[in-house]
Each structure stands twice: as C-alpha cells, then as structure tokens.
C-alpha cells in the first residue's frame, strides 16, 4: 500500500512524542487559535496521548510558552537571516526579494499570530521589532542607493514595511494582492 500523506493533527500513536511534536501541536494552536487558546488538555487531544505525557518534557504551560518563545524567536532569526541575504543584490531586486518574503503564503499565518501575541509578550514583541527593523533598515538603504533623499528614502521604506504588515494581517479578509499588484506597488516606491 502506498505511503499516505501524514496529517499533522493526527496521533502518531506507537512512537513516543518529542519536545518538537509538542512544539509543532503547540505553534498549529498559535497560528489557529491565539495563545490563550494554548492549554495543556487541547494540545494531549490534538497529540492523542494523555495530559501525563505533557509533563515528561515540560513543567507546566508556562514552560510550553517559553519554548514555544525560543521556537518562534529562532524562526524569526531565521527570517532575518533570509532577508539579509538580499543585501548583495541590487536595490530594486532586494526590494523585489523583500516582497517575495513577506508575501510567502506560507509565512502570512505564522506572522499575524506572533504579530497578535507580541501585544502580550515583550519578548515576542522584541522579536517581531527586531525584524521589523531590519526589514526597514534594508530597505532604506536600498532607496538611498537609489538616490532618494533621505525624507523620501524614509517614507518610502516605511511605506514598504507597513505595506507588509498590512498584507499579513489582510490576508483572507481582502482580495490578495496578485504578483502583478506587488510589482506595481515596487515599481512606485522605487521609481524616480
């Protein structure tokens, strides 16, 4: 019989479960639901093992959380990281590389739900400024390149960042902006 796909939800039954399993339940509460949706009986559900099986890896939910931190705060790293590799390329292409990033559908979730527990967690929120910023630096510095004085330089960056956040939060509440829509809306900030 063939593999079948492996739904994520599904009990993995037979195998004991790591810090990363309870991770993976845990970050798909996150995206789902909101952090204060995160509690020790739904996670054992989704799991398919028994709240005791909880504590083998961590103390208590708060333990969870902080984990769960760490585990967003490295993807957030992450992501960072990515960006920074667009700072060899020309402006216009680190823009555009920018865009791409941000746009990822795989991202937009994972992205509004940290977004929405930084208003809770400093430490969440530190990660999300620090990326923010990042984000704003490297775009800045590839609108100076392109020879904008420093007040345009400032504006249109800050366009660009704010345009990003917005396209995470509007996501499936809005028409998606297309490829087209994101060339367009580079191709203004950008041109002279």
């Known amino acids: 019989m063939p593999d079948q796909p492996v739904d994520p939800s599904t009990p993995r039954r037979g195998s004991r479960l790591g810090v990363d399993d309870w991770l993976e339940a845990a970050t798909q509460i996150l995206v789902d639901d909101g952090i204060d949706a995160l509690k020790i009986s739904r996670l054992s559900a989704r799991l398919g093992v028994t709240k005791g099986s909880f504590y083998w890896h961590f103390t208590d939910i708060g333990a969870l959380k902080a984990a769960l931190a760490d585990h967003c705060r490295r993807a957030q790293s ?26 990822d559908p ?4 994972m992205e509004s739900a940290l977004r929405r527990w930084a208003d809770t967690d400093a430490s969440i929120a530190d990660s999300v ?20 004085s420093e007040a345009e330089a400032h504006a249109r960056a800050t366009t660009l960042l704010y ?20 060339r367009v809306i580079i191709d203004i900030l950008t041109r002279r």
Request: one cysteine or more; aromatic letters at 6%.
């Open 129 to 148: 400024d620090q990326l923010d910023c990042r984000i704003f630096s490297i775009a800045i510095s590839a609108m100076r390149e392109l020879g904008f």
């Open 106 to 109: 795989r991202r937009w979730a």
């Open 163 to 182: 345009a990003g956040i917005g396209y995470v939060h509007a996501h499936g509440r809005l028409n998606e902006a297309t490829a087209d829509d994101l």
């Open 78 to 103: 992450a992501a960072a990281d990515r960006i920074e590799a667009l700072e060899a390329l020309p402006p216009v292409e680190r823009v555009e590389g920018m865009a791409r990033l941000l746009s």
